[in-house]
């Protein structure tokens, strides 16, 4: 199959390229810079130049593939306008290229977070957040897969908080980049809250096996670790870079601080019997020893 990718350099994006060329695909993958294009270039993929803005080069990567994985999205988390800004491009994104394969029963494969529900721990029969700062991200999505209707074997991967490798990535990632700023590994409230995980080795595979074979409309859960006490990932940090570990305001956090203080475990035992998708890379709390002081 001929792949079109959008986010192919990132953490979970270029784990994602190698585990479709693994598998006898062929990859297409848009490339905002010379730096990205080098990337995909050694990965032994084809560079499509162009960013996530860019919607006629997305319809144009669209129209030439047998399927479409989207990954890409803004890391700026510094401001609310910042994220806004990074949610109404990647609607757009995906609103583009859905509506090229309307009527071809390609595959479409997005990408959003798993939900939070209050007082349980979220399955794949829940519906994706559609408020918060990020709630546009779970209106795009949804909209994606309502395409199912309209001849697109539309499907969602549904993302933990923390995608990891190495010790890197994901909330975890933000919170250890934080603890080395401040001097602290903080979190926010008592730490009791959870957060689900995954390596990105493991969640690349998903990914492939929703393209090759995920039912229209559906959506999965790439959730290896279901939920790991905060207080218990700051506690791994701060022992890495040797600083101390306590409670700090959810205003540390910026925009995404009520997010962070949220219980949001999250389940994937229907992704796992459905799929057969079946992690067995490092867990979260065993990841992080990779971080370096």
């Known amino acids: ?108 494969v997005t990408v959003s977070g798993t939900p939070w529900v209050p007082g349980r721990t979220s399955t794949e029969a829940d519906p994706s957040p559609t408020d918060g700062p990020v709630g546009g991200r779970g209106r795009a999505v949804t909209a994606a897969l309502d395409l199912a209707s309209r001849g697109v074997r539309s499907t969602a991967v549904r993302l933990p908080r923390t995608v990891h490798n190495k010790g890197d990535g994901g909330f975890a990632g933000l919170l250890t980049r934080i603890a080395r700023q401040a001097g602290v590994s903080g979190y926010p409230g008592d730490g009791a809250q959870r957060w689900p995980a995954v390596h990105a080795l493991d969640a690349a595979v998903l990914f492939r096996l929703a393209l090759e074979a995920g039912p229209a409309g559906t959506a999965w859960h790439a959730v290896a670790d279901e939920g790991d006490a905060v207080r218990d990932i700051a506690g791994v940090i701060g022992r890495r870079l040797g600083l101390p570990v306590e409670p700090v305001p959810e205003e540390n956090f910026g925009p995404l601080g009520p997010i962070f203080a949220m219980d949001q475990p999250s389940s994937s035992a229907h992704t796992r019997e459905a799929l057969g998708w079946a992690p067995k890379h490092p867990s979260l709390l065993e990841d992080l020893e990779n971080i370096q002081p």
């Open 1 to 108: 199959m001929q792949v079109f990718v959008t986010g192919g350099t990132g953490l979970v994006g270029s784990a994602v390229v190698a585990e479709l060329l693994g598998h006898g695909h062929t990859v297409s993958v848009l490339a905002r810079s010379d730096a990205s294009a080098l990337a995909v270039d050694r990965a032994g993929a084809e560079a499509v130049r162009g960013g996530l803005a860019d919607l006629d080069t997305l319809r144009a990567g669209a129209a030439k593939a047998d399927g479409v994985i989207h990954l890409a999205f803004s890391n700026d988390f510094s401001t609310a306008e910042s994220v806004a800004r990074a949610v109404a491009e990647e609607s757009a994104a995906i609103a583009a290229l859905g509506e090229e394969l309307v009527g071809s029963d390609r595959p479409f």
